[in-house]
């Protein structure tokens, strides 16, 4: 039983860790962070794996230790008030990040909403998740998900507006 | 032939390579064995603590004299002749007591 477990756990990190980064350096904007956050996320989901009872996808029950991990530690080193523009940059600092001046603008533009809006609103733009599965991993309706992101996709178009820079609209 | 081995394109901008996702998976599933079985090790240590403290605590608690005794001896006796009473016969004592009693005259092995 134990080794089943473990097997299907290794397998789980497996498929799974290129995502979890990316969610972690999205929230957390840092390479060594994201990875960290990974690590311990890993640790947790492991310490609680029997706890699983099955009302969800592994996978999904699995990026909520990720969010949540990412959340924490994001509260954890939140950095002094700065107006430094270099130290404001709202893009993730990773070797795998790469973007032009739209994405860029579209990072400034998600970093500006609320927390709970800025995470639908990538786990549904950038990931492309079914509001179900969202719904899920935040513990929240399916319903106030809608409304966030669509709350999210106005503001981010009036933020880069000036740019001359649109989303495609998505319900 | 597609010989195209960069990551597919993401929307984030995020591009995970897969020596770095299978390293990353990698450490992240030894990382959180490793802490199970720190854990584990920390549990039994703790458990052995316990039980070796549970034990000492019994033992000291029946080896403790009683402050006040519910009622008072007619006759005390010495440890000498508590023991000398013993080797003729005249008493008979419960193991425990015979194992304080020797205890008290200085004999460590029965």
Known sequence: MHLEALSDFTQLVQRHADQWYRVALRILLDHGSAQDCVQDASIKMWSNWSSFRGDAQRSTWAYRFVVNEALSAKRRSRPVATTDPAELAAVPDSPYFEADAVLTALYAAVALLPEQQRLVFQFRYFDELPYADIAQILGTSQGGLKANYHHAVTKIKKTMVGLNLDLHSES | ?110
């Open chain 2, 1 to 110: 032939m597609n010989l195209n081995t960069a990551p597919p394109k993401r929307r984030d901008g995020i591009y995970v390579p897969a020596n770095f996702a299978a390293e990353l998976a990698e450490r992240a599933s030894r990382a959180a064995v490793a802490a199970s079985q720190r854990r584990v090790r920390m549990r039994r240590l703790t458990w052995t603590a316990t039980a070796v403290a549970a034990v000492f605590a019994g033992v000291v608690l029946s080896l403790r004299p009683q402050t006040v005794p519910a009622v008072a001896p007619a006759t005390q006796l010495t440890v000498d002749e508590a023991w000398s009473a013993l080797e003729q016969g005249d008493v008979t004592l419960s193991n425990d007591e015979l194992l304080e009693l020797a205890e008290l005259h200085g004999i460590t092995t029965l």
